[in-house]
């Protein structure tokens, strides 16, 4: 499922519209919801209070929407097609939370390169489509992301 490391370096020119890359997977823990608690300062308690989530719509405690995006930035580096290249995440388009993702749901993300834009001489901008999965197949978030590329100079 999970695509090999590639082995070239991407540059802008390099990603084709349309084509898509598969992330690794990983599972959210326990740990990571309560450490993204105290770094982000968001103690939420349907992320930290567990008789509290259990009388919500979700049943129970629920991962933070933002710690299930920043992990699949990390998942993205994994890939190894922005080694060299990434100069910036640029920005964040249509992010919409779709499912929960809980502690011990296991994650992965589709990306697949939409347009592209230069910017200047070394770099152009490439939109992303992210398509986040946890491990039934249930769709969880969706968003683009905007990432400034550096080109063959």
């Known amino acids: 499922m999970a695509s090999p490391a590639m082995e070239k370096v991407y540059y802008y020119e390099d990603f084709e519209v349309g084509r898509s890359f598969t992330t690794p997977r990983r599972t959210i823990t326990e740990a990571d919801i309560i450490n993204f608690a105290g770094v982000s300062g968001d103690f939420h308690a349907l992320h930290t209070d567990a008789i509290y989530a259990e009388n919500t719509m979700f049943g129970e405690r629920v991962a933070h929407g933002l710690l299930t995006i920043s992990i699949v930035t990390g998942l993205w580096m994994r890939l190894g097609i922005f080694e060299e290249n990434l100069i910036a995440f640029y920005g964040v388009e249509g992010l919409r939370w779709i499912r929960p993702v809980k502690a011990g749901d296991t994650i992965w993300a589709k990306l697949t390169v939409g347009t592209k834009r230069d ?8 939109v992303f489509k992210n398509e986040v999965y946890k491990q039934d197949g249930t769709l969880v978030a969706v968003f683009d992301a905007l990432l400034l590329i550096k080109k063959k100079v």
């Open 119 to 126: 910017k200047d001489k070394s770099s152009g901008v490439i």
